[in-house]
T-cell receptor
Framework: DAKTTQPPSMDCAEGRAANLPCNHS???????VYWYRQIHSQGPQYIIH???NNETNEMASLIITEDRKSSTLILPHATLRDTAVYYC?????????????FGGGTRLMVKP | DAGVTQSPTHLIKTRGQQVTLRCSPK?????VSWYQQALGQGPQFIFQ???????QRGNFPDRFSGHQFPNYSSELNVNALLLGDSALYLC???????????FGEGSRLTVL
């Protein structure tokens, strides 16, 4: 799976949008971009994933650049409960398994 | 609908001992994966079980072994414990081998 690069930490004011960037310049054509988050002392939680089109669900939006070399996870109205480590992961989706390769992630701190 | 459940939540062992961790997958899921998360790092893939067989394995020594039972639950065994085995052990389940992963809260192992 391709490697990803994320800033180690970010701050965001409560109620504002949190924009978390991820660089995956070596992504292959059949690799999806996945985002997970891990709140302190809990297991990782799936947020969203996409291939090349922008995606939105009840938790977040995912914006993938046209060349697919980078993406941004957007939490539209961050709350204190969104404080967590956010992991950007790229992986092939298929019958070969669903192993995830986690990097260091971005530690997002939402402040009042 | 119960999610992924793991036991025990915390345990302490001494070097050289053996430990068994248990995982019950989310209802309806048939695939179980195990991850190790050292303090301050992202989770690292240990192995995946599907149809009671190990399907994928990460870069972990043979001291780490597992089993999947006919009811899809799973065990992770670690022999000859080392201090470096101290970590949060996460179990994740999915519907089919390529499906989205749902994580449990983890079992925190401390080796003294």
């Amino acid at each position: 799976d391709a490697k990803t690069t994320q800033p180690p930490s970010m701050d965001c004011a409560e109620g504002r949008a949190a924009n978390l960037p991820c660089n995956h310049s070596t992504i292959s054509g059949n690799e999806y971009v996945y985002w997970y988050r891990q709140i302190h002392s809990q297991g990782p939680q799936y947020i969203i994933h996409g291939l090349k089109n922008n995606e939105t669900n009840e938790m977040a939006s995912l914006i993938i650049t046209e060349d697919r070399k980078s993406s941004t996870l957007i939490l539209p109205h961050a709350t204190l409960r969104d404080t967590a480590v956010y992991y950007c992961i790229v992986r092939v989706v298929g019958n070969a398994g669903n192993m995830l390769t986690f990097g260091g992630g971005t530690r997002l701190m939402v402040k009042p | 609908d119960a999610g992924v459940t793991q036991s025990p939540t915390h345990l302490i062992k001494t070097r050289g001992q053996q430990v068994t961790l248990r995982c019950s997958p989310k209802s309806g899921h048939d695939t179980v994966s195990w991850y190790q998360q050292a303090l301050g790092q992202g989770p690292q893939f240990i192995f995946q079980y599907y149809e009671e067989e190990e399907r994928q394995r990460g870069n972990f020594p043979d001291r780490f072994s597992g089993h999947q039972f006919p009811n899809y639950s799973s065990e992770l065994n670690v022999n000859a414990l080392l201090l470096g085995d101290s970590a949060l052990y996460l179990c994740a389940s999915s519907l089919v081998i390529s499906g989205e992963l749902f994580f449990g809260e983890g079992s925190r192992l401390t080796v003294l």
